[in-house]
């Protein structure tokens, strides 16, 4: 029967929620007044109080024992009963008047303390602290990080658009490892990103360079009489070359074995890193050639490519390749079934027999399956660009 009474963990409960919720200290670190929390008892029926008067009056003595005389919350008393078993005083409502009151009640006086040594930490960084004051649940999460977390935000907030290097912080106590570790906090106060490239090219710091690999006819004098060489992006994009073709390679050893055309490049294309070759304005004007897997992501990528680049042609990913390749198929982990409208109409029914699995479930060649004498017969640069089935003309 008395299951059914309101005990101290009852008064606890609401208490707790609005602790959860960040409600409580919020509040407490904006300085408001303590949102009082009114919370009516279940208590004891007037016949109950016939049948068994001892039950109720033990049930009244641990509420009352339960606020710790005041320390957690009060209690209010009112009547309940009437002529027959008399009138009786019954706990009616307890109520946490005040911060103090509920920190107690919750055990979380050590967490406060924190709360407030970090909000006195930052009481110059209005920023920081205003932060801190909405999300005081998740500040606490970072506890003694706080100082070092002050140091790296300002210095970041100095060095911003300084196109700097982040390796170059000197905030004391502050290291990439730290900003990285805590970027995310560190985003939402700077206002920025806080992806990995999002959150340095927002604050104008300087990234880590793009590289694009590249095999090249000497006589193109790209990187002198280098036959291979990795560059910058950047770099690359202002060299003044005149490139008659290019063959653009998904795969790095496919990449190594195909011959270099006169006057042209093969370029490691590395998947999706194919928006490194393509940024290279002087493939503009050049006839491009690209291989990739004969998978749903190779034609993606060609897609993607053609972005850059929409005079790219596809080599080694037509139907005929894959049909004459049966015993050498994969299985391709995660089709992508997107809707790619840059491919030509042979390619792009292709891809839908791949995305409905009209062939076998999954289907995939890898290019570094295809048998090499295919290879050497359909290349643009090795065999005649004109003969039949090896090319798909974009327009």
Same mark, same amino acid.
């Given at each position: 029967?008395?299951?059914?009474?309101?005990?101290?963990?009852?008064?606890?409960?609401?208490?707790?929620?609005?602790?959860?919720?960040?409600?409580?200290?919020?509040?407490?670190?904006?300085?408001?007044?303590?949102?009082?929390?009114?919370?009516?008892?279940?208590?004891?029926?007037?016949? @109950?109080?016939?049948?068994?008067?001892?039950? =109720?009056?033990?049930?009244? /003595?641990?509420?009352?024992?339960?606020?710790?005389?005041?320390?957690?919350?009060?209690?209010?008393?009112?009547?309940?009963?009437?002529?027959?078993?008399?009138?009786?005083?019954?706990?009616?409502?307890?109520?946490?008047?005040?911060?103090?009151?509920?920190? $107690?009640?919750?055990?979380?006086?050590?967490?406060?303390?924190?709360?407030?040594?970090?909000?006195?930490?930052?009481?110059?960084?209005?920023?920081?602290?205003?932060?801190?004051?909405?999300?005081?649940?998740?500040?606490?999460?970072?506890?003694?990080?706080?100082?070092?977390?002050?140091? $790296?935000?300002?210095?970041?907030?100095?060095?911003?658009?300084?196109?700097?290097?982040?390796?170059?912080?000197? $905030?004391?106590?502050?290291?990439?490892?730290?900003?990285?570790?805590?970027?995310?906090?560190? &985003?939402?106060?700077?206002? =920025?990103?806080?992806?990995?490239?999002?959150?340095?090219?927002?604050?104008?710091?300087?990234?880590?360079?793009?590289?694009?690999?590249?095999?090249?006819?000497?006589?193109?004098?790209?990187?002198? @009489?280098?036959?291979?060489?990795?560059?910058?992006?950047?770099? &690359?994009?202002?060299?003044?070359?005149? =490139?008659?073709? &290019?063959?653009?390679?998904?795969?790095?050893?496919?990449?190594?074995? =195909?011959?270099?055309?006169?006057?042209?490049?093969?370029?490691?294309?590395?998947?999706?890193?194919?928006?490194?070759?393509? /940024?290279?304005?002087?493939?503009?004007?050049?006839?491009?050639?690209?291989?990739?897997?004969?998978?749903?992501?190779?034609?993606?990528?060609?897609?993607?490519?053609?972005?850059?680049?929409?005079?790219?042609?596809?080599?080694?990913?037509?139907?005929?390749?894959?049909?004459?390749?049966?015993?050498?198929?994969?299985?391709?982990?995660?089709?992508?079934?997107?809707?790619?409208?840059?491919?030509?109409?042979?390619?792009?029914?292709?891809?839908?027999?791949?995305?409905?699995?009209?062939?076998? @479930?999954?289907?995939?060649? @890898?290019?570094?399956?295809?048998?090499? /004498?295919?290879?050497?017969?359909?290349?643009?640069?090795?065999?005649?660009?004109?003969?039949?089935?090896?090319?798909?003309?974009?327009?």
């Amino acid at each position: 029967m008395t299951r059914r009474w309101s005990t101290a963990a009852d008064v606890r409960t609401p208490v707790r929620r609005r602790w959860d919720d960040g409600t409580l200290l919020r509040c407490y670190a904006a300085g408001e007044p303590f949102p009082v929390i009114d919370v009516p008892l279940r208590r004891p029926r007037a016949s @109950e109080i016939g049948d068994d008067l001892g039950a =109720v009056q033990d049930w009244a /003595a641990a509420l009352a024992a339960g606020s710790k005389g005041g320390a957690y919350y009060h209690v209010t008393y009112e009547e309940v009963g009437g002529r027959v078993i008399g009138r009786n005083e019954l706990p009616g409502r307890a109520v946490v008047r005040s911060y103090g009151q509920a920190w $107690a009640l919750l055990g979380v006086t050590t967490e406060v303390r924190q709360l407030d040594q970090i909000l006195a930490l930052l009481a110059q960084e209005p920023v920081l602290r205003h932060w801190v004051g909405a999300n005081p649940l998740k500040a606490l999460q970072f506890g003694a990080s706080w100082d070092r977390l002050m140091q $790296a935000y300002r210095w970041l907030l100095a060095a911003r658009g300084s196109g700097r290097y982040l390796r170059e912080v000197d $905030a004391p106590g502050v290291d990439t490892k730290f900003i990285e570790r805590h970027r995310s906090v560190l &985003a939402h106060l700077l206002e =920025v990103p806080s992806t990995s490239a999002g959150f340095v090219t927002a604050l104008g710091l300087r990234t880590k360079p793009e590289l694009v690999r590249l095999r090249m006819d000497p006589t193109l004098g790209l990187a002198g @009489e280098f036959s291979e060489a990795v560059l910058r992006v950047e770099e &690359a994009a202002q060299a003044q070359v005149s =490139v008659r073709s &290019a063959m653009i390679v998904e795969n790095e050893i496919s990449y190594l074995s =195909v011959p270099v055309p006169d006057d042209g490049v093969v370029i490691w294309g590395k998947g999706f890193e194919v928006d490194r070759a393509g /940024a290279l304005p002087w493939l503009r004007q050049t006839q491009v050639h690209y291989w990739g897997d004969l998978d749903t992501h190779g034609f993606a990528i060609l897609d993607r490519l053609r972005a850059w680049l929409p005079q790219t042609r596809s080599v080694l990913m037509d139907r005929q390749t894959l049909l004459e390749h049966r015993d050498r198929w994969g299985r391709e982990p995660s089709p992508t079934s997107a809707r790619l409208d840059r491919l030509t109409q042979p390619e792009a029914g292709l891809y839908a027999d791949l995305v409905s699995d009209t062939f076998a @479930e999954r289907v995939r060649l @890898e290019q570094e399956r295809i048998d090499w /004498a295919w290879v050497n017969a359909h290349l643009p640069c090795v065999a005649p660009q004109r003969r039949a089935g090896t090319v798909d003309d974009p327009r």
